[in-house]
């Protein structure tokens, strides 16, 4: 009961910063119904009161019109945002974030059973393919395809909210911003582009790692429990929260940096492509050579992504290998060459299954008429053209 109480104080404290803060940087810029045209945050004249008026800034309103006018403030940015924003395709956006994410996930799960069993037993494989067939031999199919339920699962939901709230965040920012603060051709500045990301990080890992605790303990422990609900119950019950969202903070340090790396460097390549393209009279790219696009932007982010986030990577393993081992430890124990342990084999599984993603993702875009990235780019350079 007190884990759920707080909970919710949570929420609604985050929910309060996030509308106040975006209501104080959209001042200025927008017309609030708060009875005064030159009002600003919540009423105050202007940002630049002196110190005396915002130190008697309690006294200005009592607690009834403080919460009216926070809930007058909140319909404000809502309205503002909403009225410049298409929110018929975000859901299509989740779900294709979802189905691409454990689609490309569920076929490698051969590959993270033979991973987790080598973690788990080192030494009891030589090779990947020595531990397939080893697997198969034993356990036939089934013992392959150990963990399938909760990778589907999580991955589907992980996909869904990481795919999904990048593009809806990065829109709403784009809204909320001032023309003048946006980048060239209207397009989101890197810094919000980063906050995007890392916010959809943040969500979709957070509903995943349940699941990735339930996959890891079902392939070592095959006795465990019967299924995927059953090992999430046992986990929680014999270890609390901490069974399933173990290693909370290093896996995110881990995955925020892989998905702004992917996101951005495939963005930034999609639109330099496209642009060029534009530049050379090939028309309607994205229809004619938009696959071949979408196979080398991935295979850079791809790359990229891997390569970024190997040291994480590295030091997780340690740490899961050693129990006890902090982060500090773990660096210093591998030192600066011995971070990228492995990184080979990993950037090629990790780029294999984000190439294959923003493949499927693309096309889902292109099938429901959204634009995918560097299209916007590439029209406003046919557009220029025109006019010169």
């Keep these: 009961m007190r884990m759920r109480a707080f909970s919710h104080l949570s929420l609604r404290i985050i929910s309060a910063a996030l509308f106040f803060a975006q209501y104080a940087y959209c001042a200025g810029t927008m017309s609030f119904p708060l009875g005064n045209p030159d009002a600003g945050f919540l009423g105050l004249k202007s940002r630049s009161q002196d110190a005396n008026s915002i130190l008697n800034f309690p006294q200005q309103l009592n607690k009834a019109n403080l919460g009216e006018r926070f809930h007058m403030a909140k319909a404000a940015v809502a309205k503002a945002v909403a009225s ?15 189905f691409c994410a454990s689609l490309t996930h569920l076929v490698t799960v051969p590959l993270d059973v033979v991973k987790t069993r080598l973690q788990v037993n080192p030494g009891e494989f030589s090779s990947l393919n020595e531990g397939i067939r080893k697997i198969y031999e034993k356990e036939g199919t089934r013992g392959l395809m150990q963990g399938m339920t909760p990778t589907f699962c999580g991955f589907l939901m992980q996909g869904a909210l990481k795919y999904g709230f990048y593009e809806f965040f990065k829109d709403s920012l784009a809204q909320s911003l001032p023309p003048e603060k946006r980048g060239e051709g209207g397009k989101l500045p890197i810094p919000q582009m980063i906050i995007a990301a890392s916010a959809a990080e943040i969500l979709g890992t957070t509903a995943l790692l349940p699941f990735e605790s339930a996959r890891i303990r079902m392939v070592a422990d095959p006795k465990f429990a019967n299924n995927m609900f059953g090992v999430l119950a046992k986990l929680v ?18 995955q925020v940096p892989f998905t702004i790396t992917q996101f951005l460097v495939y963005e930034f390549a999609a639109k330099a492509v496209y642009s060029a393209l534009a530049k050379a009279d090939i028309k309607d790219a994205s229809s004619t050579v938009g696959t071949a696009v979408t196979l080398g932007c991935g295979l850079i982010s791809g790359i990229t992504a891997s390569l970024v986030s190997q040291p994480g990577d590295t030091v997780l393993s340690v740490m899961n ?7 500090l430890g773990a660096i210093k124990q591998l030192g600066p060459r011995g971070l990228y342990l492995g990184a080979g084999a990993r950037c090629v599984h990790v780029t294999s299954y984000i190439v294959a993603q923003f493949l499927i993702y693309d096309s889902i875009k292109r099938f429901f008429g959204i634009p995918v990235a560097g299209e916007a780019e590439a029209k406003q350079c046919v557009a220029s053209a025109v006019k010169k």
């Design 84 to 98: 410049k924003m298409d929110f018929e395709k975000y859901p299509k956006l989740f779900a294709a974030g979802g």
């Design 237 to 254: 019950k014999t270890q609390g929260l901490g069974g399933i969202y173990g290693g909370y903070l290093p896996i995110q340090c881990k």
């Design 321 to 327: 290998k050693a129990p006890g081992t902090t982060v």
